[in-house]
């Protein structure tokens, strides 16, 4: 049964007065056609390159306002996420658990288990491989945004080399337009994982498997919710911090909401989830605030400076050491406008 939202490759919406997807023909032969090439090649990075030659991109979405998105090339984690979907099975999956869907299949079962086991082979082989640049994404298939979209790890370089990794919901990275601001579909990955396993360790009082413990983590309006597998429900609420609630919970499994204030793509401001004063220590900009305090000495209150700036990065921090000390205590402690970054 389609819940709504925007309907993968493959399938048309359903008709009025059903929760049925149709199948898209000319998309599902699109669909299999990734398959089979994922398998022949045996990469995501070589079937990303085909595509972009063959000229296949994401699905066209027409809005009720005649706009258009998507049509753009696929990216890897759109890629992953296709090959990943159960919704061409025939199947969904809901809380972790998976169902028979209302929609047809479009990928047969033999095609689609195959493509797994490649999958998971490849991720293997990637983990294992000592001189991998990619660093692991702990919350792959388990980080929700607001709208339910599952959100994948993405990755770039910036100019001077630095990896830099986030987690980006579906539809983004299929090239729809983003939403508005008040909905967060792009996050930091080492902040959002950071906070998630820091609250696991508390609520388990363990740090070597947090992760493992995880079902999901779901973005809302009011914060995360981290959903646990094969814990003491009892013992977490026993461990909760002000303003934490327990959502429900099972004989082994148990929800948590963590009141949280998120940050929104290119630092544009937060979407505050909750009312309680929100913290943010961007590491980041902390670091730039250092690193100018070391290029100036202060002599009888005046600053002095024995070189310049060696780069245009130094220049452009350095006014960050001439900011008012309130304005510094408040970065360093996390308090800082949202606007500042």
């Not at 990896?163 to 080492?190: E, F, H, K, M, W």
């Amino acid at each position: 049964m389609w819940m709504g939202g925007l309907p993968p490759l493959g399938y048309d919406s359903p008709i009025k007065d059903s929760r049925k997807l149709e199948v898209n023909d000319a998309e599902a032969k699109v669909v299999r056609h990734i398959f089979e090439r994922y398998l022949k090649l045996g990469s995501v990075h070589a079937l990303e390159r085909d595509l972009e030659a063959s000229g296949i991109v994401s699905k066209v979405h027409v809005t009720k306002r005649g706009k258009t998105i998507g049509g753009l090339p696929f990216s890897r984690g759109a890629l992953f996420h296709l090959l990943r979907n159960r919704i061409y099975q025939g199947r969904i999956v809901h809380k972790n658990e998976v169902y028979d869907g209302q929609q047809d299949a479009i990928v047969d079962e033999g095609m689609f288990e195959k493509v797994q086991e490649q999958l998971s082979a490849n991720a293997r082989r990637s983990q294992n491989r000592s001189d991998t640049h990619i660093a692991r994404a702990p919350l792959t298939g388990k980080l929700f945004d607001a709208n339910g979209e599952p959100m994948s790890p993405t990755f770039s370089r910036g100019k001077m080399g630095k990896s830099y990794r986030y987690y980006v919901s579906a539809s983004l990275q299929q090239g729809a337009s983003p939403a508005s601001d008040s909905t967060v579909q792009r996050l930091p990955a080492p902040a959002i994982e950071r906070v998630v396993k820091e609250a696991v360790s508390r609520w388990t009082a363990r740090t070597d498997d947090s992760f493992n413990k995880i079902a999901t983590v779901r973005l809302t309006e009011r914060g995360i919710i981290i959903e646990m597998n094969t814990v003491d429900p009892i013992a977490i609420a026993s461990r909760l911090a002000d303003r934490e609630e327990l959502v429900h919970s099972r004989k082994a499994s148990c929800a948590v909401l963590l009141p949280l204030a998120l940050p929104l793509r290119g630092g544009k401001g937060a979407s505050t989830l909750g009312k309680q004063e929100s913290r943010y220590l961007d590491q980041v900009l902390i670091g730039a605030l250092r690193r100018a305090h070391a290029m100036v000495d202060w002599k009888q209150g005046l600053p002095t400076m024995d070189v310049g700036p060696s780069s245009r990065y130094d220049t452009n921090i350095l006014r960050l050491a001439f900011l008012a000390p309130e304005i510094q205590r408040d970065i360093l402690e996390g308090k800082q406008p949202h606007a500042l970054n």
